[in-house]
């Protein structure tokens, strides 16, 4: 079986993709994997990096919404459609499994003429605009959020990093913290903003560093490559570890006892299913998704949502040091957090793929 996975762009379509080869290989180490993907994209370097072989095609950009620019995008298709169909037809695929993005629409409009069975994935609680196409096209559209509106939507959660699924924070604990210099007894706050870190919370976290270091919590906090952050503690005081960027995330998450990050699906996702609370801080711009991300791991009771025009030293003062200070609290809302986590998404999309490729030939 060869399976063709349609998501490139950012991370955010990518690794899902990157899980659910991962498992398929897991399952069967003979299945066929390719990549559909654009030479711009983050799958120029993340694709090759885990050994699966990656196809380009040409980048059609998409409005996010019906517009009169949508009337343009059947023309602009056309080349990046045969180009898909070319691969699907090398591959001689068994299905396609889109995750949004550029490369989705093509691959889903080619799959659909080749005949080849088609799967969903939606990361986002709003879906974009390719996949709530590719859903017309299917019955097998797997999404990350209970309460999605995509057509045919089946909540499986979003397929995850063996490393981070599979994670056993209690039991990485103390070699955690000790790789990034942590005291292995305080409660621990992780900070993030994305990979390119986020200004906003850097400095109100710069702000409410002398607050947090005099109620004993320390903090491990990813800046940004590009965002320069000095926090010295005064002797005696908790360790206030600054770095450019986390290249393991599951030892941050494993060192952890609570997060404060924006709120991007793949966040949402990870941070739930490892059992970590949150203090989660949307993005202000764009199309509010980032808020409904967050919504219903916060409504389970496994996390807090703050606006980002509301976060201050103070709203951290009044809501995330009484969390970290309160192990009760923190097991509350770690467990509320992982009894709405799925672990196992990457299993659950492998069974929708066979399920098409099932039907297609029933």
């Known amino acids: 079986m060869h399976v063709v996975l349609a998501g490139g762009g950012t991370a955010g379509h990518i690794e899902p993709a990157l899980a659910l080869a991962d498992a398929l290989r897991r399952e069967n180490p003979d299945v066929g994997i390719t990549a559909l993907g654009t030479s711009k994209g983050l799958e120029t370097k993340l694709v090759p990096a885990r050994g699966y072989e990656l196809a380009l095609i040409p980048a059609v950009p998409l409005p996010r919404k019906p517009t009169p620019e949508l009337m343009t995008v059947p023309g602009r298709l056309r080349g990046t459609i045969r180009e898909a169909a070319a691969v699907l037809e090398r591959t001689n695929a068994a299905c ?53 509106k995509l057509r045919n939507a089946r909540y499986i959660g979003i397929p995850l990093r063996r490393a981070i699924a599979t994670l056993d924070r209690a039991a990485e604990r103390e070699k955690a913290r000790a790789a990034f210099g942590l005291d292995p007894g305080r409660p621990t706050l ?31 906090h990813a800046a940004g490559p590009n965002n320069e952050l000095t926090i010295t503690p005064p002797p005696g005081a908790p360790p206030y570890v600054v770095l450019p960027y986390l290249e393991r995330m599951d030892l941050a998450y494993a060192a952890a006892d609570m ?27 764009g199309n509010g998704e980032q808020r409904l991300n967050a919504q219903p791991v916060v409504k389970a009771g496994g996390g807090l949502l703050v606006d980002d025009a509301d976060l201050t030293p103070d709203w951290i003062a009044d809501h995330v040091l009484p969390v970290l200070t309160d192990p009760q609290r923190l097991y509350a809302m770690g467990r509320a957090a992982a009894e709405f986590g799925r672990r196992d998404a990457d299993e659950a999309l492998v069974r929708m793929v066979h399920e098409a490729v099932a039907a297609a030939h029933a």
């Open 96 to 148: 396609l499994v889109g995750f949004g993005g550029y490369v989705a629409l093509p691959g889903y409009l080619a799959a659909k003429r080749a005949g080849v069975p088609i799967v969903v994935h939606e990361a986002n609680a709003r879906p974009g605009l390719a996949n709530k196409i590719g859903a017309r096209y299917t019955r097998h559209v797997a999404v990350s959020t209970p309460d999605s």
């Open 190 to 220: 992780l900070v993030f903003g994305g990979s390119q870190g986020a200004r906003r919370l850097n400095e109100t976290l710069a702000a409410t560093a002398e607050r947090l270091l005099a109620s004993g919590v320390q903090v491990l």
């Open 259 to 285: 997060v404060l990050c924006r709120a991007g699906a793949m966040t949402c996702a990870e941070l739930s299913a490892v059992g970590l609370p949150a203090a989660y801080v949307p993005l202000p711009i």
